[in-house]
């Protein structure tokens, strides 16, 4: 079993920043990608950035010059740097991680809130 732990939501004013960090732990595994997905209310999951291993990174376009997605394969974990926040910001977001074990499959974190307010 793999487990995702995130840490970093909170509120934050806009154009403010907020950094989000996500743990994989777990044995036996490798990374193949993480990624952040947000839902905001009454709307879809979607996926915000992602990042191979390799460190090959895509983002949706709203947040293309404001996110920087990273990754630490050492420490199995994933960043994303978020400045100059808008309130379409908010939202909850998840990690993703695609892992190979015995096979491949993904795993979801447990969603941390962030909140950009006026």
């Known amino acids: 079993q793999v487990q995702l732990v995130e840490s970093g939501g909170g509120l934050v004013q806009a154009g403010g920043s907020l950094r989000l960090s996500c743990a994989a732990s777990?044995?036996?595994?490798?990374?193949?990608?993480m990624g952040w997905y947000r839902q905001g209310p009454g709307k879809q999951r979607e996926l915000v950035a992602i990042?191979?291993?390799?460190?090959?990174?895509n983002y949706v376009d709203s947040v293309k010059g404001r996110f920087t997605i990273s990754i630490d394969n050492a420490k199995n974990t994933v960043y994303l740097q978020m400045n100059a926040l808008k309130l379409e910001d908010t939202a909850v977001y998840y990690c993703?991680?695609?892992?190979?074990?015995?096979?491949?499959?993904?795993?979801w974190g447990q969603g941390t809130q962030v909140t950009v307010s006026s």
């Open positions: 993703n991680a695609v892992v190979t074990r015995l096979y491949t499959r993904d795993y």
């Open positions: 777990g044995s036996g595994f490798s990374i193949n990608a």
């Open positions: 990042i191979t291993s390799g460190g090959s990174s």
